[in-house]
């Protein structure tokens, strides 16, 4: 008088089966079509379409198409790759719908600008798209920080830097790094000490995952290039001293100009190359470096180390 | 091999969105249908009628006990190729014809495809829609989707045929033609198996009924011995104008006709008033026992269990 | 017993006819024939384009809202007028049932797309002047626009087979939306942390994948299609309705009709 014991099993076994059958299939699909979602984005003819096409509900659609974003740029970093075009039109689409969605314009700041394998090297559109940024939300101050970001990182021009730095400091709340490095743009810009300002406030003023790991990993690399000029004049100078290069380390602490054998952020040692040079042991973990390296390497695509993404 | 077996049939409903209580609509049933019998399933409105009959169509799975038909379990399709069923006021798919849809039937009950045409053409004049059948259902009165109903229910000749208050809304020319199908169909050795809560359909047309009254069988029997059993009244005609006064105790109802005197009393007092009214010198015209309808058992017993209930609860 | 099932779908199939259903063809075939002549006169050089986004969307979109609509009163609406109880006291398997009315509403559905198919590439035709080769494709759009249809007419079937009309249009309406965007769904997921990162995975993959199925503005761009996507998208679109009409034949075998 119940239901029938042998429909129920058939079509619960059946039922399973094609349950994981289509989780299977699903993988597939999703493997086919990779870069399908994505490249919709190259047949919408502009933002102000999708905006209207979005029937109001432009907040939703938006975190949908900043979700695209992040994630075709993971993918594509994590490949070492070299294009990037799909990443301008993504934020694009991604602001037009929500102006107010701040970390957009940090992304384009750090990723659109920069020349690959770490960016799509559109500076002049990133300007464009962190200035819209402003204009929708002129008390930001992060905006404004990211706008000189750009000029000073990737247009070289100090003085439209120094401008966007000064506005800025004029928003409230704005971080205190901004007077300063308006301040010092003049004199100072091309130094060191400039840049680590920058990348430490860039890592300060965000919390997206990504604009973090490159921070720190450019902040990595600040730091081993100042490691690696000052050893380099210390050997100069012992060279100058005592009219040989030093043959370790170790002849240095002999003479008093070291305290220790110097290590690098990770903790392994300095090497002494041939003909005074200071080279890291593994140039391949310091994405971004610019001293350190033996002659004729090729830097590899940047990647970030999962520690990066996980500091807080 | 009886027609049908109800062995213990139940069912429990909970109701109630959050506590849900549960609400009994069916006792634990035991019942015997015989092949070739009319049997009448009674009941007051809310008895637990259509949820047997639902039971026994597999429409709604009992909460304990079982049932057979023809000897084969409910939901066995073999059985039900057997089966008729005519559900309380019917719908069926307003979207066909007459035709269409006993059509339609006809292929679901697995009728061979070369007779069904002339099946239909048959039952569709033996209902009396034979000038219908080309109309549409939506169009059709009650009377007519009625007969459509019953139509659809012997369409396959099947041995054992379900009524769900076949009569309701018939006038009373409806009435005696559905009266008439179903002897036809006794005739034919088929079994009958009908609920309703006309009781003198039931009495003329039934070889044996059950009573049922909140869920519970309260008796089954051949009509007669069921009313037998109810003490019955004597009517007693005399000549006179008034009813003497030493008889007026054993009386309830008594008028006079012209210069006859008219009075019902219990069997039980029949000899306390025949011997009154000779005492009095009146003259007997006659004695004669009053069939007691199958009603006055059915009320007398409903009122019993009423007490029952009242008593227990 | 496949008889029976044929005999249901067949009705169904009338059914649906007989309910000016089709009717909704005449509300696509103006809109097409509108929008074909004035495309014209809005947008110069991108008629077919607009052509064939906008007619291949009115042909997912109509015959989405008809198969939820039918779908879910298919069960439903015989349950309420106890149609059901003549046709389940004969020799009809309840899963025959379920099976038999969802080939119904299915076939139904396919008649429907290949009318509008029709409409669509007159406009084409009336707009472009001719075909071009990379029209082909629109085809093959079609025939994942019915693949959809299947999908959610199961899908409906299934909440049709438990819940109340309004509430089954509400679900079936739902997972429409939510399917469109399934495969962000799962680009969230694979984001997501912990306890919220294992729920939006399985939903991700319990919810009708119908982004791979919408290939409009590709094919409004004559891309061409891969064969390894038309196969594994029918053989994806098979399993899920698979899945769904078991669950509907597993809750109906259960059902206690009121």
């Known amino acids: 008088m119940k239901p029938s014991a042998r429909i129920t099993a058939i079509f619960t076994l059946v039922l399973l089966v094609c349950l994981v059958l289509s989780c299977c299939i699903l993988r597939h699909l999703d493997s086919l079509r990779s870069q399908a979602t994505l490249e919709e984005v190259l047949y919408i003819p502009s933002p102000k379409v999708v905006k209207r096409l979005s029937l109001g509900y432009d907040g939703l659609l938006a975190d949908v198409y900043w979700t695209r974003a992040v994630q075709y740029f993971g993918n594509k970093h994590h490949l070492g790759s070299r294009d990037y075009q799909l990443l301008a039109p993504l934020l694009e689409i991604t602001t037009a719908l929500d102006p107010h969605l701040i970390v957009a314009y940090e992304f384009g700041a750090n990723f659109l600008a920069p020349p690959p394998p770490n960016g799509a090297a559109l500076a002049q559109r990133a300007v464009q798209l962190v200035e819209y940024g402003i204009r929708n939300n002129p008390d930001e101050w992060r905006l404004y920080y990211n706008l000189g970001f750009i000029y000073y990182m990737e247009l070289k021009d100090y003085a439209k830097a120094a401008d966007a730095f000064a506005r800025g400091s004029k928003a409230p709340n704005a971080h205190p790094a901004l007077t300063i490095m308006a301040a010092e743009m003049a004199q100072h810009a091309g130094e060191l000490e400039m840049a680590r300002m920058m990348w430490t406030t860039a890592y300060q003023s965000t919390r997206d995952r990504n604009v973090r790991a490159n921070a720190i990993t450019h902040l990595r690399a600040l730091r081993v290039d100042q490691d690696v000029t000052v050893l380099e004049k210390l050997i100069t100078d012992y060279h100058q001293k005592t009219g040989h290069l030093p043959s370790s380390f170790g002849d240095l602490k002999a003479a008093g100009m070291l305290r220790a054998v110097p290590v690098d952020p990770f903790g392994d040692p300095y090497k002494l190359a041939p003909g005074g040079r200071v080279e890291v042991r593994e140039p391949d973990d310091f994405p971004f470096i610019t001293k350190g390296t033996p002659p004729g390497y090729v830097p590899p695509p940047p990647k970030f180390r999962a520690s990066d993404f996980g500091a807080s | ?313 | 017993m496949s008889a029976r099932v044929v005999h249901i779908a067949a009705n169904t199939f009338r059914e649906a006819v007989r309910d000016r259903v089709l009717y909704n063809l005449i509300a696509f075939a103006l809109l097409m024939s509108a929008a074909a002549v004035l495309v014209g006169q809005i947008s110069i050089g991108i008629e077919r384009l607009v052509v064939v986004n906008l007619g291949l969307t009115a042909v997912s979109l109509f015959g989405v809202v008809i198969a939820a609509i039918i779908g879910i009163s298919l069960v439903s609406k015989e349950i309420e007028k106890r149609t059901l109880y003549t046709v389940l006291s004969r020799p009809v398997h309840r899963w025959e049932f379920i099976v038999g009315k969802f080939l119904g509403l299915a076939g139904t559905l396919v008649v429907n797309t290949f009318f509008m198919a029709v409409g669509v590439f007159a406009a084409l035709l009336y707009v472009g002047h001719g075909f071009q080769s990379g029209d082909g494709w629109i085809v093959v759009a079609l025939y994942f626009i019915i693949l959809q249809f299947v999908v959610m007419t199961a899908l409906a079937l299934l909440f049709s087979s438990f819940s109340s009309p309004l509430l089954s249009a509400v679900f079936a309406f739902s997972l429409f939306v939510i399917g469109s965007f399934a495969e962000d769904l799962r680009g969230f997921a694979g984001m997501a942390q912990g306890l919220s990162r294992w729920l939006a995975t399985a939903a991700a993959y319990l919810v009708p994948n119908l982004s791979s199925l919408n290939i409009i503005s590709s094919v409004a761009h004559q891309q061409p299609v891969s064969t390894q996507l038309i196969f594994s998208n029918t053989l994806y679109a098979l399993m899920y309705t698979g899945m769904a009409l078991c669950g509907a034949v597993l809750v109906f075998e259960r059902r206690n009709l009121k």
């Open chain 2, 1 to 313: 091999m009886a027609a049908i077996e109800i062995l213990g049939l139940e069912k429990t409903y909970s109701v109630g969105f959050w506590r849900k209580r549960p609400k009994c609509a069916l006792r634990p049933l035991h019942l015997n249908v015989q092949q070739g019998e009319i049997f009448g399933f009674l009941g007051p409105n809310g008895a637990g009628k259509t949820t047997t009959l639902k039971l026994l169509m597999g429409l709604v799975f009992p909460t304990g006990g079982s049932a057979r038909i023809l000897g084969k379990e409910i939901n066995d399709p073999e059985m039900k190729a057997q089966i008729g069923f005519l559900p309380e006021q019917p719908y069926f798919y307003d979207y066909l014809t007459a035709n269409e849809l006993l059509e339609y039937y006809a292929q679901l009950s697995g009728v061979a495809a070369p007779e069904r045409q002339r099946k239909v053409r048959y039952m569709l004049g033996r209902v009396g829609l034979q000038d219908a059948a080309a109309v549409q259902l939506r169009k059709f009165s009650k009377g007519m989707l009625q007969r459509v109903g019953i139509a659809q229910a012997i369409l396959h000749d099947p041995k054992v045929v379900f009524f769900d208050e076949p009569m309701s809304g018939l006038d009373p020319m409806g009435r005696r033609e559905v009266r008439d199908l179903m002897e036809e169909l006794k005739r034919q050795g088929k079994t009958v198996f009908f609920s309703t809560h006309i009781l003198s359909d039931a009495e003329s047309l039934c070889d044996r009924v059950a009573i049922i009254h909140k869920g519970e069988l309260q008796g089954v029997g051949a009509v007669a011995d069921l009313t037998s059993s109810v003490e019955g009244k004597v009517e007693i005609l005399w000549h006179g104008s008034a009813v003497p006064p030493s008889l007026k105790g054993l009386t309830a109802e008594c008028h006079a006709i012209g210069d006859t005197v008219r009075a019902v009393v219990r069997e039980a007092n029949q000899d306390a008033a025949i011997d009154t009214l000779r005492r009095e010198g009146l003259r007997i015209i006659s004695v004669t026992p009053v069939r007691v309808s199958l009603e006055e058992y059915f009320v007398r017993k409903l009122k019993v269990c009423e007490i029952a209930a009242g008593i227990s609860s």
